[in-house]
């Protein structure tokens, strides 16, 4: 090998290992993210092994809505009823990507594509007093980066919408027979 040789083997690693280590400093840790005053993902550490409670499509966004086994077994009692609420410790985790078309499959079935947000709800009666005992978080996820951003000043930020269903404990998602 030549002297000239060698040292240009050298530099394409030194600039390589620099590119690959200056990949993974910039990785972003999701759980070190949270809601200004609000929910950190952390709080949800695990929500990717929760049991589906639901499935749907609103729009180019298709949704798995992720229930915790307290919120499983919250459902299976029945709740909500009339007069009965979830119980404090329940935790909905609702992860949204955009819907594409799948030409591999038969049919060519809408399935998820690029990750679009993850949002999370809370119920903690006293923590949350003021937003119908639920809190709320929505971390909008950019591919380029990977990495979650915030969305909202605190956990309120998905009350509003949920006062519609206030009857059923501010839950829009219904648990299906199986």
């Known amino acids: 090998m030549t002297r000239v040789s060698s040292w240009l083997i050298v530099s394409?690693?030194?600039?390589?290992?620099?590119?690959?280590g200056s990949r993974a400093l910039s990785a972003q840790d999701k759980y070190t993210v949270r809601v200004p005053n609000?929910?950190?993902?952390?709080e949800f550490r695990g929500y990717e092994a929760w049991q589906t409670i639901a499935v749907s499509q609103n729009g180019d966004l298709i949704e798995v809505i992720l229930g915790n086994p307290a919120m499983i077994n919250a459902y299976q009692a029945g709740l909500p009823?009339?007069?009965?609420?979830?119980?404090?410790?329940?935790k909905l985790a609702k992860i949204h990507w955009k819907a594409k078309k799948s030409v591999d499959e038969p049919g060519t079935p809408t399935v998820p594509g690029a990750l679009d947000d993850i949002d999370f709800m809370e119920k903690d009666a006293k923590r949350f007093a003021d937003s119908g005992g639920w809190g709320y978080a929505q971390f909008n996820y950019d591919t380029s980066s990977d990495s979650f951003t915030p969305l909202g000043s605190d956990a309120k930020c998905g009350y509003a919408c949920h006062t519609v269903v206030a009857?059923?404990?501010?839950?829009?998602?219904a648990y299906g027979k199986r």
């Open 12 to 20: 394409v690693a030194v600039v390589l290992a620099g590119f690959v």
């Open 167 to 173: 009857a059923k404990d501010y839950v829009f998602t």
């Open 81 to 90: 009823a009339i007069g009965k609420q979830f119980p404090d410790g329940v």
């Open 38 to 42: 609000g929910l950190a993902f952390s």
